[in-house]
C-alpha cells in the first residue's frame, strides 16, 4: 500500500504545501495561488485541499504530516533576541506575540483543526528542509548541499552532504549573520519591500558601480577566507524589530532610506550593485571550501538567496563545481516540499535511487484545466474564443508574437515556485525593441527597469548564450554571445535611460549587461510550450521568446481560467491562449472590473 505524506510550511511567508506518494512529488503548490493574497502567510488550506485531490486521497490516508521548522526553536530565538536587545523592540514583540501564542506554537493543533490529521507529524529544521529539497529532487547520487536564506530557527546559511538517503549537515552560520538579512538590509534601504523586492535590487544593479563595496566590507561585515563573516549589528535594526537598518547606516552610505515608489536615483543603482557583487563574493567564497572541504564535484542549493540567479550564473561560470543544481522553489514554499522528502528518505529511512535527472518534474506541480474546463468558464462571461486544432494552434500564437502582439499562455499545470515556466506565461517577441517597455508599462504596471527573461529552445541555447548546461527553472543568468551584440551607442545616456537602447538582436531580454536569465525548454515536460517555440522559429528563424509571469504587479501568478481571463482583461494583452482555445482581446465583451486593484497593489 502506498504511503503519502503531507509537507507544509506556513506562517511566516509563501505557505505551501506538497504531497509525496512513496518518495515521488505528486503535487505542491503555494497558498497565494489560490487566495489571490501575494505571499501569503496563513496555513495553506486550500493549498493542501488541491495536493490531496490530486493525489487522489483524504487526510484520513495520510501517513504522515511533515511541518518545515521547528516552532518552538525559532520562538527561543525570538525570546532571546529580544532579552538582548530590551527594552528596545518592545512594541514590535508585544506587536508578534498573539500570532506566536494563538497560531505558531500550536501547529499539532492547527493541522488537526484545519484537515482533520490526527496522526504524527515531524518537524525537521528549516535548514534541513531547505537542504532535502535541493538534493533529494537533484540528478545526483552524492553532492554538497549548501542553503542560504534570512533565517530559519537559529541557522541562516548552512552546508553539509547528500549521499543515496543520507543528508549530513556539517556547519551552519547563525542568526543574527545573515547573507539573506544583509540583502534585505539593502532591498528595504533603496526603498523596496522585504521579502518580496529583493529581485528588483538584483535587477538594479547592472545600472550601478559598486562604489559603496568597500564599505560594507570594512564596516558592515568581517568576511572570512570561507565565506562566513560577522555583521555589525550597530547598522542594523531587524533584531529589533523595528526596521531593516539604523541611523548610523544612514549616516554611512549619505542619507535615510528611499521612500518607496520615489523616483530610482544612481545612488540606489550604484547600492545594488554594491550589494550584489558583495554577496556575490560570499557566494563564491563559501563554495571554495565546500568543494575543499567536502571533495565532492557537484553542488545542490536551496534557500532564499539561491534564488539569486545573478550569483548563481557566476558560481557556475567560476567552474568551483562541476554541476550545480538548484531547488525551483528554493524559497520558504519549498520547504513543503523538502520537509516531505525529509520524512520519506531520512526519517522512514527509504533508499533513493538517481537517475540522472532531477525528480522534480519541470515544477510543473500545480493545478491544471481542461480544454472543457475552460469553455465552462468562458461561456459564463460570454466570452468570444476560438478553439483550433494544435495544426492550426501553434503556427497561429507564432503568427501572432511575430505581429509584435503580447499572449498570455494558459497550458497544463501551473509552476511551483516564484517563476513562470510556460504554464502560466506572458509571452513576446524578444526581437522586438519595444517589448520590455510594453510589457512593464501597458501588460505588468511596474519598475521600467525590471529586465525579462528569455525562454528558448534547449537545443538552440548555445546559439545565443554562453551557457553550456540546460537551464530548465530560470535560475542562471548568462551572457548573451558576443557574435549577438551590437555595437555601445549609449556614450551619453545615463542611469534608467539605457534601457531603451537595444544591445543585441534580441534586445527585449538581453539586460544592460548584456546578460539574461534563461530558461531552456525541451520537449519532455513541457511539448506544447515547445511546439510553440518549434513554431515561432520555423516562422521567424529565431527559436526564443520573452517569458514573463502571467500577473501584473503585486499579484500572484494566475492559477485558474477566471484568474487568466480577469489579468487578460484589465491589462493590454492582446491574445489568451488557454489551452487550445484562442481569445483576441478586440472580440471580447465589455469588461466590468469595480476593484481598486491598481491602488492596492501600488507599493508591492
Not at 542560504?148 to 553539509?160: C, H, N, P
Not at 516540499?337 to 535527472?357: I, P, T, Y
Not at 544591445?503 to 511539448?527: L, M
Request: proline letters at 5%.
Amino acid at each position: 500500500m502506498a504511503t503519502h505524506i503531507l509537507g507544509i510550511s506556513a506562517y511566516y511567508h509563501d505557505s505551501a504545501a506538497c504531497i509525496v506518494r512513496d518518495g515521488e512529488i505528486v503535487a505542491a503548490a503555494q497558498e497565494e495561488r489560490f487566495t489571490r493574497v501575494k505571499h501569503d502567510h496563513r496555513f495553506p488550506s486550500n493549498a493542501v485541499e488541491y495536493c490531496l485531490r490530486e493525489a487522489g486521497i483524504t487526510s484520513s490516508d495520510l501517513d504522515l504530516v511533515a511541518f518545515y521548522d521547528k516552532p518552538w526553536l525559532k520562538f527561543e530565538r525570538l525570546l532571546e533576541t529580544y532579552v538582548a536587545f530590551a527594552p528596545v523592540g518592545l512594541r514590535s514583540f508585544i506587536k508578534a506575540m498573539p500570532m506566536w501564542l494563538k497560531e505558531k506554537l500550536w501547529m499539532d493543533g492547527a493541522i488537526k483543526k484545519e484537515i482533520g490529521f490526527e496522526g504524527d507529524i515531524l518537524y525537521p529544521e528549516h535548514h534541513q528542509s531547505h537542504a532535502a529539497s535541493a538534493f533529494y529532487p537533484s540528478p545526483f547520487e552524492r553532492a554538497a548541499v549548501l542553503t542560504l536564506d534570512g533565517v530559519g530557527e537559529w541557522a541562516t546559511a548552512s552546508w553539509g552532504r547528500g549521499d543515496g538517503r543520507s543528508l549530513e549537515p556539517i556547519a551552519e552560520m547563525r542568526f543574527p549573520h545573515s547573507i539573506g538579512l544583509l540583502y534585505s538590509a539593502f532591498t528595504y534601504y533603496t526603498g523596496f519591500r522585504v521579502n518580496s523586492g529583493e529581485y528588483k535590487v538584483m535587477g538594479l544593479a547592472p545600472y550601478g558601480e559598486p562604489r559603496f563595496k568597500d564599505l560594507i566590507l570594512d564596516h558592515l561585515i568581517d568576511l572570512k577566507e570561507d565565506g562566513s563573516f560577522r555583521m555589525d549589528m550597530q547598522y542594523f535594526n531587524y533584531c529589533q524589530g523595528l526596521t531593516m537598518t539604523s541611523e548610523k547606516f544612514s549616516k554611512l552610505f549619505g542619507g535615510p532610506p528611499r521612500k518607496p515608489e520615489s523616483e530610482v536615483t544612481q545612488r540606489e543603482m550604484d547600492l545594488a550593485r554594491s550589494v550584489q557583487e558583495v554577496v556575490e563574493e560570499i557566494v563564491l567564497r563559501m563554495a571554495r571550501h565546500i568543494r575543499k572541504a567536502t571533495g565532492e564535484r557537484n553542488l545542490c542549493l536551496a534557500g532564499g538567496v539561491a534564488l539569486n540567479c545573478v550569483a548563481n550564473g557566476k558560481l557556475l561560470r567560476e567552474g568551483i563545481f562541476d554541476e550545480i543544481w538548484i531547488q525551483p522553489a528554493a524559497g520558504d514554499a519549498g520547504g513543503a516540499l523538502g520537509a516531505a522528502l525529509f520524512a520519506w528518505h531520512h526519517h522512514l529511512e527509504n533508499d533513493r535511487v538517481a537517475v540522472g535527472k532531477d525528480t522534480q518534474r519541470g515544477s510543473y506541480l500545480g493545478p491544471a484545466f481542461s480544454s472543457e474546463d475552460v469553455v465552462a468558464f468562458a461561456e459564463t462571461q460570454k466570452a468570444v474564443f476560438n478553439q483550433l486544432d494544435d495544426s492550426k494552434l501553434f503556427d497561429s500564437v507564432a503568427e501572432a508574437l511575430d505581429e509584435g502582439k503580447v499572449v498570455g499562455w494558459f497550458a497544463g499545470r501551473m509552476e511551483f515556485g516564484p517563476r513562470a515556466l510556460g504554464g502560466r506565461s506572458i509571452l513576446g517577441d524578444a526581437r522586438n525593441t519595444d517589448m520590455q517597455t510594453t510589457l512593464n508599462l501597458k501588460i505588468k504596471y511596474r519598475e521600467s527597469f525590471r529586465p525579462f527573461a528569455p525562454i528558448c529552445l534547449e537545443s538552440d541555447a548555445t546559439d545565443y548564450f554562453d551557457l553550456d548546461q540546460p537551464s530548465p527553472y530560470m535560475l542562471l543568468v548568462a551572457p548573451v554571445r558576443e557574435d549577438r551584440r551590437l555595437a555601445a551607442s549609449d556614450e551619453d545616456v545615463f542611469g534608467l535611460d539605457q534601457i531603451r537602447v537595444p544591445r543585441s538582436d534580441v534586445p527585449a531580454i538581453t539586460h544592460i549587461d548584456y546578460s539574461a536569465r534563461i530558461q531552456t525548454v525541451d520537449g519532455e515536460h513541457h511539448p506544447r510550450l515547445h511546439r510553440l517555440l518549434e513554431s515561432f522559429k520555423e516562422r521567424t528563424g529565431y527559436g526564443i521568446l520573452v517569458n514573463t509571469s502571467f500577473n501584473v504587479r503585486g499579484e500572484p501568478i494566475v492559477c485558474t481560467p477566471e484568474d487568466a481571463y480577469r489579468c487578460f482583461m484589465r491589462t493590454e494583452m492582446d491574445v489568451l491562449v488557454m489551452e487550445d482555445l484562442v481569445f483576441k482581446k478586440s472580440d471580447q465583451p465589455t469588461f466590468k472590473d469595480t476593484s481598486d486593484w491598481r491602488e492596492s497593489y501600488a507599493l508591492d
